[in-house]
């Protein structure tokens, strides 16, 4: 069993920074990459940012230059530090884990439940 557990969602207004975190826990062999995706009502699922455990980063194209993205491996956790947020950020953000739970098993996604994000103009 897997769990990912995200935390710093809120509420702030345009222009303002939120940092998520997310750690996973639970039976976990090694974890090959962690993300970021988001979803605004009406929307589909999209990917935010993403890092593998060898700190290679993907970000979406629009997000580049607000959104980092980091990862601390000895804690299983990753974090998205949000900047000069817009209400189009607006949106539950779900934390991604891609790992194996044994040297054996094959790799398996897993989600978090989802951190609202609300941004005020």
């Known amino acids: 069993q897997v769990q990912l557990v995200e935390s710093g969602g809120g509420l702030v207004q345009a222009g303002g920074s939120l940092r998520l975190s997310c750690a996973a826990s639970?039976?976990?062999?090694?974890?090959?990459?962690m993300g970021w995706y988001r979803q605004a009502p009406g929307k589909q699922r999209e990917l935010v940012a993403a890092?593998?455990?060898?700190?290679?980063?993907d970000y979406a194209d629009s997000l580049k230059g607000r959104f980092t993205i980091s990862m601390d491996n000895a804690k299983n956790a990753v974090y998205l530090q949000m900047n000069s947020l817009k209400p189009e950020d607006t949106a539950v953000y779900y934390c991604?884990?891609?790992?194996?739970?044994?040297?054996?098993?094959?790799?398996?996604?897993?989600w978090g439940q989802g951190t609202q994000v609300t941004v005020s103009s």
């Open positions: 639970g039976r976990i062999f090694r974890i090959n990459a």
């Open positions: 890092i593998t455990s060898g700190a290679k980063t």
């Open positions: 991604n884990a891609n790992l194996f739970q044994l040297p054996t098993s094959g790799a398996q996604g897993y």
